[in-house]
């Protein structure tokens, strides 16, 4: 049996989301998120503080809607898990990262507010194979131009 650690982290994004697609169509979106931890030093009574940086992972409809919601600075909740992966440099040296694979990511709304709005999905059966629809589900049309430029790099 097969047992993941769940980690949530919350922090503001180090740089603005950056999606890229697979060969085969599947969205991934990697983003960077610091974590600042505050406490007062009980023997000097001085505050001190401690940031971590960590690297962030997501895939298909989750990554999508990250690339076109949040910005550099957004505060934001992520939960998911922890993974290592590694690859060989040129040179031939071993390399090692972890990171975390999102299964959730959402703006914080302790210093913020959000306008959320659900996004239609249609499936390849419906149609014309387009995996994500900026459609309103309240009428209003297309999401935006993001939609658009979304759309575009599917194709």
């Not at 194979?129 to 459609?135: E, F, L, R, Y």
Request: aromatic share 6%.
């Amino acid at each position: 049996m097969t047992t993941a650690t769940t980690t949530t982290i919350i922090g503001n994004l180090t740089r603005d989301p950056e999606i890229r697609y697979t060969r085969d169509g599947q969205a991934t979106t990697s983003l960077g998120v610091a974590v600042n931890r505050r406490w007062q030093n009980r023997e000097t009574r001085e505050w001190e503080e401690s940031t971590s940086f960590f690297d962030v992972v997501c895939w298909r409809e989750l990554a999508e809607n990250t690339a076109l919601s949040l910005v550099k600075g957004a505060r934001v909740v992520v939960t998911g898990r922890l993974e290592q992966r590694s690859w060989e440099t040129e040179e031939g040296d071993r390399r090692f990262k972890v990171e975390i694979v999102a299964d959730e990511i959402g703006a914080s709304l302790r210093f913020a507010t959000a306008d959320v709005h659900r996004v239609e999905r249609r499936s390849a059966h419906d149609g014309d194979g387009a995996s994500a629809g900026g459609t309103d589900p309240n009428g209003g049309g297309s999401a935006g131009a993001a939609d658009d430029e979304l759309a575009d790099v599917e194709a």
